[in-house]
């Protein structure tokens, strides 16, 4: 079990925190979905600082188990609300984030599983 959260939880730190850094160096490829799902450029910068709060409370969470929780907690609410952006312009592209969903999903499962 210990083995399993380490390292889905670092898997879950690594892709939200390279696509914090995606979002908040100005890449292209956010502007564009942000666009395509008529979100406000504005806001890319903030999305990108959500990611990196939470790459960095899953990390902060083997330390402080709660962290970890809340952390993987407010990353699902993230990707909920993503797929409610993707949907709500009629995306069906939804594998990216069908893979970012489920890693945190794990992610907290197993951070609930091991620490509760």
Do not use: C, E
Request: glycine share 10%; proline share 3%.
């Amino acid at each position: 079990m210990f083995a399993a959260y380490i390292t889905v939880t670092a898997v879950a730190s690594v892709f939200t925190g390279f696509a914090a850094v995606i979002y908040l160096i100005g890449h292209d490829y956010p502007k564009a979905q942000a666009d395509m799902k008529r979100i406000p450029r504005s806001w890319v910068p903030r999305l990108g600082l959500l990611l990196a709060a939470g790459s960095a409370g899953l990390l902060a969470g083997f330390a402080v188990p709660v962290a970890g929780t809340l952390a993987a907690a407010g990353l699902v609410l993230y990707f909920i609300g993503a797929l409610v952006a993707h949907l709500r312009v009629g995306s069906r592209n939804l594998l990216g984030w069908a893979i970012f969903f489920v890693t945190v999903v794990a992610a907290l499962a197993l951070n609930v599983a091991y620490h509760w």
